[in-house]
């Protein structure tokens, strides 16, 4: 039985951001929307940060096991709901309770999928190139059974701007390029990732207090939905101290008893990812629009905080629609993966 070559836990390489996809000799992924793992033949299945993530994915024993000895695979969990990569349900997977964790590992269970090789038979990978690599690792997809799946990946920079686009639809969120020559560098961004980014205009329900507590935290943006409640959507934060203190001025003269509709998503409702955080905030009128870009969705909210792009004095609020947002139709998971 092959021994796995280096000792647990490693860090898994990174990439850094770009806004355009590089030419030259690159080969060309999808960027899939889950949880980043390394699977691991002894029976272990890290996360980027090298905690254990087998707990709350059980079902995915059969994987490991199906691994050859002295193997390690880096990929990601997924979740797939109607054909697309449900980061919401994969989320609601990482619960404290092993009776909730049983009876959603049968309800929305997590898949694997497979695009790099650090070991394989007891031998060490991470020094050759990420071709070679690769090769290796179509070769050991095609003995591996469900849940696994291997990633399209292509040298042709055209795949790569066409996948950028029509795999949206199936829930990821960019390419990921990867320079063919290169070994497997622990712990450094040294691929590239390019993500969607698209603008919208929002109205803004409220506003965080920054913990320096004369200027603003964060803008809470909302946009109204079909019987006109303004749905809080995300935040936007970033802005200079100064532009900070000017806003909370500004900001003061909108001030009201309520911010955003009541039977809708509203800022500062606490869940297990928030624990004692402070979810204060400050209604306003809304009144006040800006536009500000985001990378991507999550159900009807943007998953990270979006960038302030500008002032929208000339929009109506009333025109700030939840169906601005995108919903790119094409492709499903199982028309992307490799069989």
């Known amino acids: 039985m092959a021994e796995i070559p280096f000792a647990a836990p490693i860090s898994p390489m990174e990439a850094r951001v770009r806004d355009t996809i590089p030419e030259g000799a690159w080969a060309y992924e999808p960027k899939w929307d889950g949880f980043r793992c390394l699977s691991w033949s002894t029976g272990r299945l890290d996360s980027r940060g090298a905690k254990p993530l087998l707990r709350y994915f059980p079902e995915l024993e059969v994987a490991l096991a199906a691994l050859p000895s002295g193997t390690v695979v880096d990929g990601e969990v997924v979740v797939v709901r109607d054909g697309k990569?449900?980061?919401?349900?994969?989320?609601?997977?990482?619960?404290?309770?092993?009776?909730?964790?049983?009876?959603?590992?049968?309800?929305?269970?997590?898949?694997?999928?497979?695009?790099?090789?650090?070991?394989h038979d007891g031998e060490d990978l991470r020094g050759r190139p990420f071709g070679e690599r690769r090769e290796r690792l179509v070769g050991l997809a095609a003995d591996l059974p469900d849940p696994w799946h291997l990633t399209p990946?292509?040298?042709?920079?055209?795949?790569?701007?066409?996948?950028?686009?029509?795999?949206?639809?199936?829930?990821?969120?960019g390419v990921v390029c990867k320079a063919?020559?290169?070994?497997?560098?622990?712990?450094?961004r040294a691929m590239v990732k390019v993500k969607h980014r698209r603008t919208v205009d929002c109205v803004i329900g409220g506003y965080r207090v920054h913990k320096e507590g004369d200027r603003v935290g964060s803008l809470l943006l909302g946009l109204h939905t079909d019987d006109g409640q303004l749905h809080f959507i995300g935040h936007c934060s970033g802005f200079s101290d100064t532009d900070r203190v000017k806003m909370l001025d500004l900001l003061r003269d909108f001030e009201a008893d309520e911010g955003f509709g009541q039977t809708v998503r509203r800022p500062g409702e606490p869940s297990r990812w928030t624990g004692d955080k402070d979810l204060s905030w400050v209604p306003l009128r809304p009144e006040l629009v800006c536009e500000v870009s985001y990378d991507q969705l999550t159900g009807e909210r943007f998953r990270?905080?979006?960038?302030?792009?500008?002032?929208?004095?000339?929009?109506?609020?009333?025109?700030?629609?939840?169906?601005?947002l995108e919903r790119p139709d094409g492709p499903v998971f199982d028309d992307i993966i490799v069989t």
């Open 85 to 119: 990569l449900d980061f919401d349900a994969l989320s609601n997977r990482i619960h404290p309770a092993e009776s909730r964790i049983r009876l959603l590992a049968e309800e929305t269970p997590a898949e694997l999928v497979a695009f790099d090789l650090l070991a």
């Open 153 to 173: 990946s292509s040298t042709d920079v055209e795949d790569g701007r066409r996948w950028f686009t029509e795999f949206e639809s199936a829930g990821c969120d």
């Open 180 to 188: 063919l020559d290169d070994g497997y560098i622990e712990g450094k």
């Open 304 to 324: 990270h905080a979006t960038r302030f792009e500008r002032w929208r004095g000339d929009k109506e609020p009333a025109d700030c629609r939840l169906d601005q």
